[in-house]
């Protein structure tokens, strides 16, 4: 059964740093593309940025430059560094993963005050 557990999340200061984590069990992630996720309080969900099974990234405009996505496929650990947090990327972060569906991990949260 493949699971995806995030973790990192917490309270932090505009201009700091978070490194989330999104840990994956049944399923060899090295085959595979993730993707990272935020959803903020009463918003959709919305794509972050991803990194491919060869480790090509992509990322949204809204994000470029501050985030960075690296993967540990030996610790079948996926990251995504957060730098420069500013109070709109408040957010519920999920990493996602198609193999037979889509799966998702349950969360993160992280929320930046001014």
């Known amino acids: 059964q493949v699971q995806l557990v995030e973790s990192g999340g917490g309270l932090v200061q505009a201009g700091g740093s978070l490194r989330l984590s999104c840990a994956a069990s049944g399923m060899i992630l090295s085959l595979y593309d993730i993707d990272w996720y935020r959803q903020a309080p009463g918003q959709v969900r919305e794509l972050v940025g991803g990194i491919t099974d060869g480790g090509l990234t992509h990322y949204v405009d809204f994000v470029k430059g501050r985030f960075t996505i690296s993967r540990d496929n030996a610790k079948s650990t996926v990251y995504l560094q957060m730098n420069n947090l500013q109070p709109e990327d408040t957010a519920v972060y999920y990493c996602?993963?198609?193999?037979?569906?889509?799966?998702w991990g349950r969360g993160t949260q992280v929320a930046v005050y001014t």
């Open positions: 996602n993963v198609f193999v037979d569906r889509d799966y």
